[in-house]
């Protein structure tokens, strides 16, 4: 067996080795460590996916500027990877003293007391917290609120004739959902929405301070209202928990869920809209033909996962792994999108085959003790949340080409800025058993 290499990758702009790379496996075809953010990965991630390719089951990648990274692009590689917590550490608060404080990835990797970022029995235990607090919400209940949440985004906008789809449904549907779930009125969800949307888009490090206090305003808030009054909510059923989260504890895994819950929801109700609305097969399917919004998602789930590339881990010792030696405390990922769309195991491109592609086995999910512990639920907001609004605006249309999208850049996630649509107008109808008819038929 080979030694652990002593050097590492330099920055791209030669000045030093990255933060947080210790060892290069390899040397770069290249010469330079390939980009996980900016324009032109965010523009097409699959190509950059292609190009590392080269360098086997794992590759070094820059997550962040002069933040290194290696990243798993081979399935199995990934699998024996997540299922294996005797080597590999979700903590990252070692590698976190070699990051600057600043970087912009530390929201997604710095650690906090969490489900995330813990191992074994403390793992466990907090994530028994959040399971158990959502096996407790009947799936005919979580469906009523998602139609009910649903209907009121759509009449917000539906006499328009015109909506931006993510920013105005498929952003909010989630955090509205999630304020409900954690017990606080619908009064209080567009407080949740401008602290969040401040948090992804603030311009400035000031906005983006001013979103994260707003947020946590609102999380101290949901708490002080549950202490005076429990209810039937997530927030109630973590503070009683018998595994008895501390004040803290249960701050930590209430802003962890929304957190981990509501990007990817997003993103998982954006990406199949997208694909829903540019694919015949699906958009006859909005007047009978074959495709369903099941198969649109898992579409996605295959072939672009709305977390591309997360599962942050870190070895306890040095390992020689799938042809590479990565040294203690050094960050490795998993490229979701890569594995899952590797030559030979994937349902290629991005339709969904003659008989749709729910069928395979994916990590859209992650794998493992930390893969999504929730994804039923997720998978019935997403359902539920196509149905009703393709149900209501049954000729809805993209404004702009499917190729003219945008994404936002970052390394973590798949996720649409905007997706322009058009439809004819609708307005509720007082008088009849359904709450909508078309304007254009009165
Ligand atoms: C109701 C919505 C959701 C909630 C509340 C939620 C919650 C969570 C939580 C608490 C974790 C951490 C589990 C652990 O560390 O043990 C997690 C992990 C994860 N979730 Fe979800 N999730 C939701 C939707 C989704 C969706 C739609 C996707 C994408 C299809 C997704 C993908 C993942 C992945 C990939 C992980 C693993 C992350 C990692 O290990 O770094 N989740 N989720």
Not at 22 to 49: N, T
Not at 356 to 379: E, F, K, N, Y
Request: hydrophobic share 40%.
């Amino acid at each position: 067996m080979t030694s652990p290499p002593t050097s590492g990758p330099s920055g791209t702009d030669g000045t030093g080795p990255l933060h947080g790379v210790m060892p290069a496996p390899k040397a770069s075809p290249r010469h330079e460590v390939p980009k996980l953010y900016g324009p032109d990965f965010a523009a097409d991630p699959y190509a950059v996916y292609d190009r590392l390719r080269t360098y086997g089951a794992l590759a070094p990648v820059e997550i962040a500027p002069g933040v290194g990274a290696m990243l798993v692009i081979d399935y199995r590689a990934a699998l024996d990877l997540l299922h294996d917590p005797v080597t590999w550490s979700k903590d990252s608060r070692t590698w976190q003293e070699t990051v600057p404080a600043d970087s912009p990835v530390m929201p997604m990797i710095g650690w906090r007391p969490n489900v995330l970022f813990s191992d074994g029995e403390e793992h466990e235990r907090y994530r028994k917290v959040i399971t158990d607090g959502f096996d407790r919400i009947p799936p005919q209940d979580l469906r009523a609120l998602v139609v009910e949440t649903a209907d009121a985004l759509i009449a917000r906008f539906g006499a328009d004739g015109e909506a931006d789809l993510i920013g105005q449904y498929a952003r909010v549907l989630p955090l509205m959902l999630f304020n409900r779930l954690f017990g606080l009125p619908d009064s209080y969800g567009d407080r949740l929405i401008s602290a969040i949307a401040g948090m992804l888009e603030g311009n400035t490090p000031e906005e983006a301070a001013e979103a994260s206090a707003a947020f946590e305003g609102y999380v101290g808030e949901l708490i002080a209202a549950k202490k005076q009054a429990r209810g039937q909510d997530l927030t109630s059923w973590f503070m009683d928990h018998p595994a008895e989260l501390s004040d803290e504890e249960v701050i930590h895994q209430i802003v962890l869920t929304m957190g981990a819950g509501h990007e990817p929801t997003t993103n998982l109700i954006g990406n199949a809209l997208a694909r829903m609305l540019t694919d015949d097969r699906y958009y006859s399917t909005l007047s009978g033909g074959a495709l369903t919004p099941r198969d649109a998602i898992h579409d996605v789930l295959q072939n672009e996962p709305p977390m591309a590339n997360y599962s942050t881990h870190f070895p306890k010792r040095d390992v020689y792994f799938h042809g590479n030696w990565i040294r203690t405390g050094q960050l490795v990922l998993v490229s979701y999108a890569a594995a899952n769309t590797q030559r030979g195991r994937a349902h290629a491109g991005t339709g969904a085959g003659a008989g749709g592609s729910g069928g395979g086995a994916h990590l859209a999910w992650s794998a493992g003790p930390h893969s999504c512990p929730v994804r039923r639920s997720a998978l019935l907001i997403t359902t539920t949340a196509i149905e009703r609004l393709t149900a209501w605006l049954s000729d809805i249309e993209l404004t702009v080409p499917h190729g003219r999208l945008a994404y936002r850049p970052g390394p973590f996630h798949r996720a649409l800025t905007r997706l322009p649509a058009r439809f004819t107008p609708i307005s509720p109808d007082q008088a009849g058993a359904t709450p909508w008819e078309s304007t254009a038929n009165r």
